[in-house]
């Protein structure tokens, strides 16, 4: 087969790649093993857990909305209980925890930037450690809950111990596993084990949508056809979101080291349209939730006042809408700032001898990086609330929620794993060019 080793490799060419690549094909029969394994741990039930129970008890305590929302995650780990119910959450907390910490302590924020791989190698491990104080304070949590509802078959005590020390081993043999899968397979482990989560999903929502349309008449076949190209879009959409990026030209000034002259020369920086990826729609809903969960635990009259008008479903959708794009454009704003820091940047321009033409270094150059980020930060965030609102409003007014659930948060991280993916098996494709030429 023909190629041209100055573009990008075809559809073709990948998949001979795939098949026919002893690197690439071991790589990905270790990550589908490795996500089947994951897969069959969720259906391992905790010991002394009453399945059927359980699930009464969470339909009738009003609570099925949360745990369908965390389910989205652990793909259907949590509503059935079994040993992989935490799955890959714990890392991911933990993960975003030291990521905030990292901004606001100078010791973290020394070991990341200064320390070089040594630094990044402390604080993975220190994320880990976390990984494992976050599991056991949320298995304990479980542990008491499902205690609570009585779906247990074994004393309140005893069954808490037994939750806590199942989940959290559950959840540490999952980061494994996805540490596993970023080292010896193909994309990354922990993105890839939410991607799989998401989908396994899909069937069910499948099916109960053709059973719709089989039984349905011809204004609910028009409602899924509507709501099929509604996902469409929004897919559409944040493929283009996801890769798009503003280039600032910047100028490498002449210099001269040793002997030798360096000519100027042009490049450009880019800063993305969304920086803060899925994360200000998954705070912004974490957030929205907290009313209904703490009025379901407290009993709280006033609480619950408030999560009924903070509910789409509620008197004042209208108010749902308005609560929800403030939180996702603060999150935005405020992932962003974590993210990129503008006085850095201008401050390593400044080290390269680059600059902005027409700007000069330093503190200028801050400022209008820190205008054109607001800028796209802002697009960004209007974005991310349609992407949220729109496919919501679409079921609302087709009435069809076989899909309820499957929302922005999990379109974008569908599409964003898809293309990270996408784009480390194209660069393996891409070496094994080269290793071809270095052959001949």
Known sequence: MVVSRDKAPTAQETFMQMAQAAGLRGRLLVTVGLLVLVRLGIFLPV????RAAFGNAIQNSGLGGLVGFLDIFSGGGLSLLGIFALGILPYINASIIIQLLTAALPSLEDLQKNEGEAGRRKIAQITRYVSVAWAVIQSVGIGLWVSALGATTEPAGLFVVKTALALTAGSMFVMWI?????????????????FVNIVSTFPKSVGQTLELAQSGDRSTIGGIVLLMLAFMATIVGI?????????????MARRQVGRRQYQERSSYLPLRLNQGGVMPIIFSTAVLVVPASLAQFTNNEALARVATYLSPTGPTPWLYVLVYLALILFFSYFYSSLVVNPVDMAQNLKKMGASIPGVRPGQATSKRVQQILNRLTFLGAIFLGLVAIVPTAVESATNVRTF?????????????????????????????RYEGMVKQ
Request: proline share 3%.
């Open 239 to 251: 493929v283009f979101v996801q890769e798009g990026a503003r280039r600032i030209p910047i100028v």
């Open 47 to 50: 010991p002394g857990i009453d």
């Open 404 to 432: 309820q659930g499957l929302g922005a948060t999990s379109f974008l991280i569908l599409v964003g794993v898809a293309i990270e993916t996408a784009k480390q098996i194209q660069t393996y494709v891409i070496s094994q």
């Open 178 to 194: 996805g540490e596993l899968i970023t080292e010896r397979g193909v994309g990354n482990g922990a993105s890839l084990l939410i």
